[in-house]
C-alpha cells in the first residue's frame, strides 16, 4: 500500500525554528513531526511513502534515510518545480501512486497531529464502496474553516462550505485521506485544490464519504496550535501509552522527557512539557508547557513556559521565558533576561529584556 505526505512550502507560520530545517523535520514530541505519520502509516501496511515537496528535497532525503532502514519502508521524493496547491501534486506523483494492485492509497497533510485511526479508515473505506474517503473532525468555531456537510448515519459527503457565515455543521477536513487510484483521472496536472475541486466533483457524483475522527486533532503549522497540540499529544499518550511518559517527585501532569536528558535537583516539570535528547536543565528550573529540543541548556532557577526552545540554545540563570516566545536554533539568553513573546532567529545572543512579542533579527 502506498501513502503521499503534501509536505508543501517553505514552513513560514513556525519560523524561526524552519530557519534551520524543512517543517517536517521540527521535533513534535521529541520527533520530527513527520515520522509520527510515517511510523503510523507502516503500522497499517503501508510499505512505500512519497512526499510531494517543492524545498529542501535532499535534506529531508539524507535525513529520512536513516528512518528507511530502521521502519523498513521505502520514502521517495516528488518534487514541485512550482507549487501545485494539494491536488497538482497527487498528478505529479501519480506514477509513484499507481502499482496496478487498484489499492486505495493514502493522502496526509503533513502539518497535521492525531491518532492516526488508519486502520478504522481501510475498513470504514472498503465498507462503503465509494470511490474516496475523508476524515473530518468536529471543532467549536466552524466559521474559520471548511465545514463538510454530511449524512449522519452513512457518513454520505453532499457538499463543502468554505468559511461559513451561517452555521451548516461543525464537522471540518482533517487532512487525512483515503482515495481509489481512479481519483487521479479527476485531476490535472495543474496547480489545483483538492478541496475546492476534486472532492465536490466526487461528492457530485455521490462517491465521497466522510470518516469522524476519534480522539484529538491539531494543525501544528503555528506556534500556538503547536503547544496546543503537545497538550493534545500528552493526553492521548497517558490514555494509550502511560510507560511512555517521565514520572517523579519533580513532575507534574503529562512529561516527556528523553532518557539521554539530564535534570537537575528541585526542579518542577510539568505540566505539558517535551524535553529533548541531550537537553541539561539546572537545579531549581521551572518548566511547563514548553518544549526543549535537541541540545538545549537551561540554566538554574531559569522558568519557562508555552514556549518553544529550539536546538542547541542555551537560557540564562533566572532568566524568565514566556508568553510564546520562540527560540531559534543555537540561541544565548544571558542570565535573569526577561522574554514576554520574543521571536528569536538563530545564532543571537540576547543580552537585554524583550517586554512585548517582538521579532529580534
Sequence with gaps: MKALILVGGFGTRLRP???????????FANKPMILHQIEALKAVGVDEVVLAINYQPEVMLNFLKDFEAKLEIKITCSQETEPMGTAGPLALARDKLIDGSGEPFFVLNSDVIS?????????????????ASIMVTKVDEPSKYGVVVMEETTGKVEKFVEKPKLYVGNKINAGIYLLNPSVLDKI?????????????????AQGLYAMVLPGFWMDIGQPRDYITGLRLYLDSLRKKSPAKLTTGAHIVGNVLVDETAKIGEGCLIGPDVAIGPGCIVESGVRLSRCTVMRGVRIK??????????GWHSTVGQWARIENMTILGEDVHVGDEIYSNGGVVLPHKEIKSNILKPEIVM
Design 115 to 131: 491518532e492516526y485511526p488508519l486502520k478504522e479508515m481501510i475498513q470504514f473505506h472498503k465498507a462503503h464502496g465509494g470511490e
Design 188 to 204: 490535472e496536472l495543474r496547480p489545483t485544490s483538492i478541496e475546492k475541486e476534486t472532492f465536490p466533483k466526487i461528492a457530485a
Design 17 to 27: 525554528l524552519t530557519l534551520s530545517f524543512p517543517k517536517p523535520l521540527v521535533d
Design 300 to 309: 538554574k532557577h531559569a522558568c519557562i513556559s508555552s514556549s518553544i526552545i
